[in-house]
């Protein structure tokens, strides 16, 4: 499985940390910045990174982290065909596959300790979409964005 990966400043040091658990996992991950956690910089260009690859490949995945991860995943929702998820801890990523089908997980490094994050990427990527009504849903939302978005 394909992982792009986005951050600003306030998430490179728990980006690190998941790029090298991923990569032990021999995951392909795609590293799209930020690099250097003492440069301020502004996420919105992060998540339309990681947003636009996951949607232009199917198969893949993404992950964004920030101070809290509340602006990544309104930018990364702008996307049409993202399903972000804001994930503070293993039941939320669980769900957030599991039913809204979430192809993006969003991280806050201000919220999420460092013996849950694995646990919350393990969840997330283990679990599969239930289909069934939640599909039904998930389709209701992909058919607002087409009416209401650009």
């Known amino acids: 499985m394909k992982i792009y990966i986005g951050a600003d400043h306030r998430g490179v040091a728990l980006k690190k940390r998941i790029v090298d658990f991923l990569g032990k996992k021999g995951l392909d991950i795609v590293d799209v910045g930020a690099h250097d956690s003492k440069v301020s910089c502004d996420y919105p260009k992060f998540s339309f990174r990681v947003a636009q690859s996951v949607v232009q490949d199917k198969d893949a995945r993404g992950i964004l982290v920030c101070m809290t991860g509340i602006g990544h995943s309104m930018a990364a929702n702008r996307v049409r065909g993202a399903r972000a998820a804001l994930c503070y801890n293993k039941k939320a990523a669980q769900l957030s596959r599991a039913h809204n089908n979430a192809n993006i997980l969003v991280l806050g490094s201000k919220f999420v300790t ?21 599909l039904r849903r998930v389709k209701q939302i992909d058919q607002l964005g087409k009416k209401c978005c650009c």
């Open 114 to 134: 460092q013996k849950e994050i694995f646990m919350i990427l393990n969840t997330w990527l283990k679990t599969s979409f239930e289909g069934g009504r939640h």
